[in-house]
T-cell receptor, first 113, second 114 residues
Framework: DVKVTQSSRYLVKRTGEKVFLECVQD?????MFWYRQDPGLGLRLIYF???????EKGDIPEGYSVSREKKERFSLILESASTNQTSMYLC????????????FGPGTRLTVT | DQQVKQNSPSLSVQEGRISILNCDYT??????FLWYKKYPAEGPTFLIS?????DKNEDGRFTVFLNKSAKHLSLHIVPSQPGDSAVYFC?????????????FGTGTRLTIIP
């Protein structure tokens, strides 16, 4: 059974803190993605990676960075958290090619106070 | 610029009836479309997909219809069941080789009334 796990389900951080969100997949997928979900805005792509040490900006990369040192792990970093980064963060993975279906983790609800 | 739009934020349907969720897109380079279902506090799960070379794809109670000329797709759920209550996202992928990104719509919250 395919599995994408995220390090925390709920996280509360203070403005200005550096925040790390971790995502691990056990399906040997090449592609990994970070999205945020906000009411009325749907899922918006922050960053994605199609290989180890490779990354590309999505639609809303400002204020975020990512790291992919191993194939199974993709980290999202908020360099200096701000209140407008309060959101649900979703990680996904997919195999290269194929049906383009992405497999999602359970999400991390981040609150920045 | 919202390339994939779901104009109905919410929809309520009686149990046993048909649920129809709609999605419009603007980018003519999209060639593959997917529907995802999301329960609260869970990640989205894949439901059904359709390639642009087809106009219909069926999987049990779920059918997706694609009208390329109108840049419109719809998801039909028949019959609707209480467990179908969730947020539904449509997503699209462009034809460019090597582009594995999906563009998601804003979602429609479906409530099935027992």
């Amino acid at each position: 059974d395919v599995k994408v796990t995220q390090s925390s389900r709920y996280l509360v951080k203070r403005t200005g803190e550096k925040v790390f969100l971790e995502c691990v997949q056990d399906m040997d997928h090449e592609n990994m993605f970070w999205y945020r979900q906000d009411p009325g805005l749907g899922l918006r792509l922050i960053y994605f990676s199609y290989d180890v040490k490779m990354k590309e900006k999505g639609d809303i990369p400002e204020g975020y960075s990512v790291s992919r040192e191993k194939k199974e792990r993709f980290s999202l970093i908020l360099e200096s958290a701000s209140t407008n980064q309060t959101s649900m963060y979703l990680c996904a993975s997919s195999p290269r090619g194929g049906t383009y279906e992405q497999y999602f983790g359970p999400g991390t609800r981040l609150t920045v106070t | 610029d919202q390339q994939v739009k779901q104009n109905s934020p919410s929809l309520s349907v009686q149990e046993g009836r048909i649920s129809i969720l709609n999605c419009d897109y603007t980018n003519s380079m999209f060639d593959y479309f997917l529907w995802y279902k999301k329960y609260p506090a869970e990640g989205p799960t894949f439901l059904i997909s359709i390639s642009s070379i087809k106009d219909k794809n069926e999987d049990g109670r779920f059918t997706v219809f694609l009208n390329k000329s109108a840049k419109h797709l719809s998801l039909h759920i028949v019959p609707s069941q209480p467990g179908d209550s969730a947020v539904y996202f449509c997503a699209a992928r462009p034809i460019y080789f090597g582009n594995e990104k999906l563009t998601f719509g804003t979602g429609t919250r479906l409530t099935i009334i027992p």
